[in-house]
C-alpha cells in the first residue's frame, strides 16, 4: 500500500521543475496573507477644492526652496499624487517611530494621498544651523490651524518633518 502511494508522488515530485516548487514555497511562507489575504489598500482622499496658497509671514525672510517645496506639496496633495514628491525627498528622509518593514518615502506619499487638504501654509520662521534648514510652517485649514517643522538639507530635499503621524493598526481575531 505504502509503495502505491509513494511511486505517483516519486514520479511527480520528479516532474516538476524547481522554479514552480520555489514559487509555491514563497506563495505560502507568508501564513498571515495565505489564510487573510493581502489588505486592501487604503483609497486615497477626495481631492481638495482648491490648491493650498503659498506666503511667508511678514518680517519673515522669503526662503525660496522653502516657498517651492511647499507649492509642489500642496498641488501634490491637490492632485492626490505623491509619487513626483519622492524627488524631493533627501536620501536621509526618516519618519519617527517608522516600524520595521516601512519605507519612509511610501508613508510620506501615503501621507499626501489621505491628509485633508488645507487651504494655506504660511512660512513662520526658517533658522539655518550649518546646511541645515528648520522651517516652522502654519497649516491652515477648514476647521483648525496647526504648526509643523520641516527639516531641509542644503540642496532643499526634505528630511524630516512632522507633517504626518504614522499609526499602525493590528487587525487580528481575538487572540
Known amino acids: 500500500m505504502k509503495i502505491s502511494i509513494l511511486a ?29 489575504g493581502d489588505a486592501a489598500a487604503q483609497p486615497k482622499a477626495a481631492p481638495p477644492a482648491v490648491t493650498a496658497t503659498v506666503a ?16 509642489a506639496f500642496a498641488a501634490a496633495i ?42 494655506a501654509f504660511t512660512i513662520q520662521s526658517v533658522e539655518l544651523k550649518g546646511t541645515v534648514r528648520t522651517a516652522k510652517v502654519e497649516i491652515r485649514y477648514a476647521t483648525k490651524t496647526v504648526v509643523k517643522t520641516l527639516r531641509f538639507d542644503a540642496a532643499g530635499k526634505l528630511l524630516a518633518s512632522d507633517l504626518f503621524k504614522m499609526t499602525v493598526q493590528e487587525h487580528g481575531h481575538g487572540v
Open 8 to 36: 505517483p508522488l516519486l514520479l511527480l515530485s520528479a516532474a516538476v521543475p524547481a522554479a514552480v516548487v520555489s514559487a509555491a514555497h514563497r506563495q505560502v511562507a507568508d501564513l498571515k496573507s495565505f489564510f487573510h
Open 56 to 71: 511667508t509671514a511678514p518680517g519673515v525672510t522669503a526662503d525660496p526652496q522653502v516657498e517651492d517645496f511647499l507649492r
Open 78 to 119: 491637490k492632485a492626490r499624487d505623491g509619487a513626483p514628491m519622492t524627488a524631493r525627498l533627501s536620501p536621509q528622509y526618516s519618519v519617527p517611530d517608522l516600524p520595521e518593514g516601512f519605507k519612509a518615502s511610501d508613508i510620506f506619499v501615503m501621507g499626501i494621498e489621505r491628509t485633508p487638504g488645507p487651504e
